[in-house]
């Protein structure tokens, strides 16, 4: 074909057949360029999504009762390009609705009806109709925590101190196969003490699509996010179904657009809390943090539209612990919540396939731990003024929970950074330490000291 002069396309294409297709069809110039790179060439050099996009328009085309040319081909030299409509059937008009004003919301009856409660999947964390974020580093365990929240819905069962609504879940994972969630399942139904056919009863409903097409939203070249066949088959069985909870893992494998493009997130988001709306459920989705995520603690990765589109969100990260004893404890931090509390931490530890929770100690117990652990604060802010060594509240290099998680006596008692990081603020409160400064004016030096102690 002759090359197009001035056009960004991939594709070497004859701007004047392009123009004809607009015409005959009513199309824009990016559909008419890839019905004419299909009828020409063939799906071949085209994309996923665009393939489903020509599919598309030739539905369209065929619903307009505009003619197909099924001779059109590439070698068809002697007819040309502009066989591609040997009657130009009329152009096809978008539809123009008569202009009318927004609906207004009659509130006039509200006074005689019961005012509606908040209506939760998971009480105070999860709520239904809208989509709720899990973020959680690779291998920390997402799948897993999530495969136990489908089951506690479908059998009635608690998670982590709190009472999951009961009724149907999904549990759409394009990360493991087949055999891989037979294994995890296991564990989880000895722990309760079921059978397969009991989850089964309770319509525990299991998608695994690791190794398969699990793109649910693509972005056309306009960046619009367009469902795929397959959220649109999701979206048939989640509203006949009528799920309690939809999880979908994980986001990596779903979006095929631009985690750092705020549009395509948020319409992304706007696609799965259409599927949370017409199936009245909760749809939870999983993603992974990034570095800065991760380090910054925020459990975030790419768009702030991530954030601050979904109606809650949570972040489940490993126990910041050297002590191999500790290496499988968990905490699931409520992020994010539009409709309730924010800030819960939900402790627990893996063991024997699955997360179970951490023992509670009791208010005796507490105060007792936590003396234990300021002692030790006091008695190594002692040692390290003696031996001149200078600490500071500050976080760096001199940063003194660092300093002392460090130290043999810290680590004899298993005792981490964040421990003596709250041991320091409770004495701070007790008037117990202070900061002195020192050295002149112009070069002046904080350090840790103990309240009535020897500087």
Aim: hydrophobic share 40%; glycine share 8%; with cysteine.
């Amino acid at each position: 074909m002759p090359t197009t002069t001035g056009t960004t396309s991939r594709f070497s294409l004859n701007n004047s057949e392009i123009a004809r297709i607009q015409q005959a069809t009513g199309l824009g110039p990016t559909d008419a360029e890839l019905l004419l790179v299909f009828r020409s060439i063939g799906d071949s050099p085209l994309y996923e999504h665009e393939r489903i996009r020509v599919a598309e328009l030739e539905r369209r085309l065929a619903r307009a009762d505009v003619e197909r040319v099924s001779s059109f081909r590439a070698n068809d030299n002697a007819r040309g390009l502009s066989s591609f409509r040997a009657h130009t059937p009329p152009t096809v008009q978008p539809e123009h609705k008569t202009e009318e004003p927004l609906a207004r919301l009659d509130i006039s009856g509200w006074d005689d009806v019961e005012v509606p409660q908040r209506d939760w999947a998971v009480r105070d964390r999860i709520i239904r109709r809208a989509v709720t974020l899990l973020s959680g580093e690779g291998g920390v365990g997402k799948s897993i925590l999530t495969l136990q929240l489908c089951c506690a819905h479908a059998l009635a069962r608690d998670w982590f101190g709190s009472m999951p609504e009961p009724g149907p879940a999904i549990f759409l994972d394009a990360e493991d196969d087949e055999s891989e969630l037979h294994f995890r399942l296991d564990a989880i139904r000895a722990h309760l003490g079921v059978t397969f056919k009991e989850l089964d009863d309770g319509a525990l409903c299991l998608m695994p699509l690791a190794g398969k097409d699990a793109l649910l939203g693509l972005p056309d070249r306009a960046g619009i996010i367009q469902p795929t066949p397959l959220f649109e088959r999701l979206l048939l069985t989640a509203t006949n179904i009528k799920p309690m909870m939809i999880v979908l893992n994980s986001a990596a494998d779903l979006f095929a657009g631009n985690e750092n493009n705020r549009s395509e997130v948020r319409q992304f988001i706007g696609l799965l809390r259409r599927l949370a709306i017409a199936s009245n459920a909760a749809v939870l989705l999983t993603s992974h943090p990034s570095l800065s995520g991760l380090s910054s603690d925020s459990g975030l990765s790419g768009s702030t539209a991530w954030n601050n589109s979904v109606r809650s969100r949570l972040f489940f990260k490993a126990v910041s612990d050297t002590d191999d004893d500790r290496s499988g404890e968990r905490e699931l931090i409520v992020r994010k919540n539009n409709y309730g509390p924010t800030g819960e931490t939900i402790r627990m530890v893996w063991r024997n396939g699955l997360f179970v929770p951490v023992a509670t100690p009791s208010s005796i117990e507490k105060a007792v731990a936590e003396r234990k652990v300021e002692d030790l604060f006091m008695g190594l802010l002692a040692r390290f003024s003696h031996e001149g060594r200078k600490v500071s509240d500050k976080t760096g290099t001199n940063y003194a929970p660092a300093k002392f998680a460090a130290e043999p006596e810290a680590k004899a008692a298993r005792c981490s950074k964040e421990a003596l990081a709250e041991a320091m603020r409770r004495l701070f409160t007790a008037d117990k330490i202070r900061v002195q400064e020192d050295g002149p004016p112009s070069h002046r030096r904080s350090r840790l000291v103990i309240v009535g102690g020897v500087s």
